[in-house]
């Protein structure tokens, strides 16, 4: 099994302190992966976007830090290369614009060393330059930036103006339907930047703007416009051939579900034969309301979800230390079977890779990059930026290395399950 998500207190200060990414590595194998994805912090470049945690560091110190932990990465790669496929990869931020030209930069310049990021985990972690998962404290005052008379203190990320007028009371969110849905439009339009300019090859907590709103779907009727970015966003990965990570990490942030959440990912619309319809104010369609730990609405003629676009899920456990190496998988693996998912993908090294295996029918060999072959089946859902792919001359070598590559069989059925509950009972 695999997981393509994890931090270590060696590289990164939010991690388990004193532990090693080596320990990591060696919690993955103990734990039966066969295949672990390696994906520290990029760097920040202003100082002002330093954790509490950092304040004795500079962006020059967290730059150093992660050249470091590419060289450790790649060591760790090679030397436990007979037990498990280690990748090397890295965890985007985007605050400014600042960090996504740094990004290209990175992983050009890293790239050309000839030992650098195999492959991207594109994660949105602030909103309106503030950080929306560091506590709860950080995420109100992102929110309640939004909360203004006009709503428009963003000018880059304006709410829809239909919003000002909704007061409906949105399931256990503390701010008003307006100021909420001008914050996940604002996360929305961050996370599409990040997918187009960057072309992640796996997408990070999908939807991390409602951590501490689990109960909120975003397909809600007081949220107007949202899930049509949702469904924006799902549609520019699926173009391109990314994998959606469904990851364990939002359990131990108390959800009952994973990232994402079960409207993105549905697979089932209707619960029932006959379900009951119904008609919500400020709403044009129908909807029905899925029967779920917590009601989800769904337009009936809904089909914008990552599963009926033909997304590609994949697993991770975004562990920050050994300690949650595998953690919560057990659950994570009864959500996804609940979610009645049949088919995983993962990253797969390109020199153990066939090409023409049955597993593989349909996805790149060594010559064709998976996301070409998509694209060349698959219309753009948005061509927003204009940019062609020769822009993103890294995707050459993260795709000389890994190809997505889809379980072969069952994935609820293999051994690594009964072993893991096994070690963790
Ligand atoms: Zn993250
Ligand atoms: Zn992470």
Redesign the pocket.
Known sequence: MHSHHSHSGQFCRHAAPGTTLEDVVLAAIHAGFTTYGLSEHVPRYRKVDLYPEEEDLSPTDLLNTFTAYLTEAHRLRVKYAHVIDLLVGL?TDYITPLDIDQLQQLLQAEEETGAGVEYVVG?V?HVAEQGI?FSKEWWEACVDSFSTDTGTDHPTVPPPPHTQRLTKALPDVPFPPAAVTAYLHAYLDAQHTLITRIHPTVI??FD?CRLYIPKLPLNHPSLPGVWEKVERNIKEVVAYGGLFEVSAASFRKGWDEGYPGSEVLQVRYFPSASPVIYSLPHHPEPLVRLQRAHPVYCPVSDTQCIIANRGRLCLSD?SHGPASVALNYTRLRTYLVEQDVTELWYLARNTTVTGNSDSNAGMADENTTPSESVAATATPAVESTGESKEQRPWLVFQRRKLTPRKYDGRWADDPFWTRLSQRQT
């Open positions: 965890e994660s972690h998962d990070g907590h991390l975004d």
